[in-house]
């Protein structure tokens, strides 16, 4: 993951995408406390990249995203029914599938919050703006901490 190539003058990375602004987010749930924050932005291709990425467990801002999504990726083989707003079936995904439709853990109704002694941390995001032009990227990369991803 390094940054992309700012000459162009499409909104295209350098394999030919159209690149994308996210926001990555976070709940903290504690015995005692909870907050709610933004942990950078991401320029990436779609929503597929910003979960791998999410995934492989970044250091940003000198502390790391840590979460058990491999560990979930592995351990649900047998994926989770799709209901409708009726509860009727309408198909089966599996544990990636569902993260990349909710935007993430923290979007997620039934995610397990009740091993929180230490404090438990969910992950998602949300797509801030689509088609991102090569000076958007720049000027953001100047401005804020932004990760972009080729």
């Avoid at 929503?47 to 995934?55: L, P, R, T």
């Avoid at 209901?83 to 009727?88: A, C, I, T, V």
Wanted: with cysteine; glycine share 6%; net charge negative.
């Amino acid at each position: 993951m390094n940054g992309a190539t700012l000459a162009r003058s499409d909104n295209k990375n350098k394999r030919g995408y159209v690149m994308n602004l996210y926001k990555i987010n976070f709940t903290h749930y504690a015995p005692k406390d909870s907050k709610e924050g933004i942990i950078t932005y991401l320029v990436a291709s779609d929503d597929e990249q910003v979960y791998e990425y999410i995934k492989s467990e970044p250091s940003i801002n000198e502390s790391g995203l840590y979460n058990s999504w491999k560990h979930d990726e592995e351990e649900c083989v047998e994926g989770f029914d799709i209901y409708d707003e009726k509860f009727n079936w309408i198909g089966h995904e599996s544990f990636k599938e569902k993260m990349i439709r909710l935007g993430g853990e923290m979007y997620d109704e039934y995610a397990d919050v009740s091993d929180a002694y230490y404090g438990v941390t969910h992950y998602g995001w949300e797509l801030v703006k689509e088609s991102v032009l090569e000076e958007d990227i720049s000027i953001l990369m100047e401005n804020i901490h932004l990760v972009v991803l080729d």
